[in-house]
């Protein structure tokens, strides 16, 4: 059968995993009366809750004798490392971009790599049943930016359609007939190449993705690019640089069909497989037979920008909630997710209690500890905080990122300013229509920590946000940090409604009546730029005696609980979210008011 293996790129939400919904049903993959999940693509259950996804999958569908090896890739900028790494595995895209928001961040991003790699792509403006919709336009932004990211003459001359994923049409001019995907099937089949591959020569494949099964170990996704894989055959496993890393059989071969894999005994080159049997191989190894001595070339990965300090849960509420408490479980934990996930490293540190990881942003780190607290681990995590690179001559370089705002036109003086404070640099302003504006910005990647929440406030929830690594630049100099100060408890115990309603005056609190507290643990904001120590256990002294109008209603204002990623961003340096499976607190690093106030001597001397 012939192949074609191809990847949908876009920006997030611009409606990717639901355009391969509608491929796989009008394809046939599914029964009349089978009844599939939207976003059937979308399998973790991170993926459905924030409507993101978050890991590369691997579909296949069968139009017209010809099988589609079709990838769904992440669409945010944090997640930009399984992108890069797709793209050794496929031999076109399609890049599909929102009628109505256009070109953004993370399609240049994507665009960039795939452009890098001699691929045609074909572009689909999507949603143009929008009410907002501008195809147009849209489609010469498109234009301009395939020239200014250096597309040749082959790529500059994209073909394009218009379609709505959701609706399942696709047509090849706004006013042709809106009926079905195929025209895009078609599409796809005269314009992306069928693989290059060499039957005859020895068996070689590119390792792309990581994944690990309870029943067969690690399953290694990727690419076969000569020869013929078949089960049961001696294998091994070369590095990047050429060093055997291991030898052993090929157990199992996956095959894919529609949403499942399927075993298979043999498969060619130019398909794409998933295979089991070995033990320490990992992201971009080349699989091959043993007499084989040269790796396949694979593209480096951007590095991170953004490091967290992981380490033990130590407060006074640890083990309770957990089950996966010690450093050791930590430690095999986060070395094994920077085996299947290139774009993370983490590095022990002195003491061996804690760990750095590094990753694209804060929402892959926000993931990450989600996904371990959903685990069962109880872990507490630091402040991000940005790489930092020193050049030759030894000064210091920070990463910049680019920030493209989409905010109504009277919230757009508020964002200038605000982003002006965090050293940001204006670099692009224009209306994008409906009264809205657009503004781009570069701004150092430490400025924009916690800085999502406060835009959100700012433009009243209307804004929009996309941000996306740029370069190493300069040192920006220092930029100010949280304005406020915070409620810290100063004993341990459980909360009590009267306590909290007394300081309610001091600022917003973050608990509830009836939660466990304790010495050290931070209870609410505080309205003044310093810290205070209070007593949220204190109740109201009882008398025998009672007195009309002194029994005051307590009534508590709606506590400002944090999630996981407002938390890891709203904390400072001196500060820990305490993560749990069933509890995110946050506390200061040094339970011990004295030993607060000595580390605080002890910065300023050094300071002076």
Known sequence: MELRNLAIIAHVDHGKTTLVDQLLKQSGTFRANEKVA?????????????????????????????????????????????????????????????????????TKFVTMKALARGLRPIVVINKVDRSDARAQEVLNEVFDLFAALGADDDQLDFPTLFASGRSGWAAESLEAPRENLDPLFDLILRHVPP????????????????????????????R??????????????????????????LTRLLAFRGLERVPVDQAEAGDIVAIAGLTQTTVADTLCQTDV???????????????????????????????????RMIRDRLFRESEGNVAIRVR???????????????????????????????????????????DEDGSKLEPIEEVQVDVDENYAGV????????????????????GKVRVTFHVPSRGLIGYHGEFLSDTRGTGIMNKIFHSYAPWKGNIEGRHTGVLISNADGVAVAFALWNLEDRGPMMIQPGVPVYEGMIIGEHTRDNDLEVNPMKAKKLTNIRAAGKDEAVVLQTPKILTLEQAIAYINDDE??????????????????NARKRADRAADAEAS
């Open 224 to 249: 076969i690019f000569s020869g013929v894989a078949k089960t049961n055959m001696a294998i091994k496993s070369l590095s990047r640089d050429g060093k055997v890393l291991e030898e052993g059989r």
């Open 576 to 593: 820990v979210v305490e993560v749990t499976p069933k509890s995110i607190r946050l506390r200061k690093k040094l339970l011990d008011p």
């Open 38 to 106: 939207e976003r059937a693509m979308d399998s973790n259950d991170l993926e459905r809750e924030r409507g993101i996804t978050i890991l590369a999958k691997c579909t296949s569908v069968t139009w017209k004798d010809v099988r589609l090896n079709i990838v769904d890739t992440p669409g945010h900028a944090d997640f930009g490392g399984e992108v890069e790494r797709i793209m050794s595995m496929v031999d076109g895209v399609v890049v599909l971009v929102d009628a109505a928001e256009g070109a953004m961040p993370q």
């Open 293 to 327: 001595s040269e790796p396949i070339p694979s593209t480096p990965i951007d590095p991170p920008t953004l490091a967290m300090t992981f380490s033990v849960n130590d407060s006074p509420l640890a083990g309770r909630e957990g089950t996966k408490v010690t450093s």
């Open 415 to 434: 964002v200038v300013e605000k982003l002006g404070r965090r050293r940001g640099e204006m670099t692009d302003m224009r209306p994008s229509g409906g």
């Open 195 to 222: 693989p290059k591959a060499d039957t005859s020569g020895p068996f070689r494949m590119l390792a792309t993705t990581l994944e690990y099964d309870s029943y067969v170990g690690r399953i290694l996704t990727g």
């Open 348 to 390: 022990e540190t002195e003491s061996g209690e804690a760990y750095e990881v590094a990753g694209r942003g804060e929402l892959q780190l926000g993931v990450l500890i989600e996904t371990m607290r959903r685990e069962g681990f109880e872990l507490s995590v630091g402040r991000p905080r940005v790489l930092i690179k020193t």
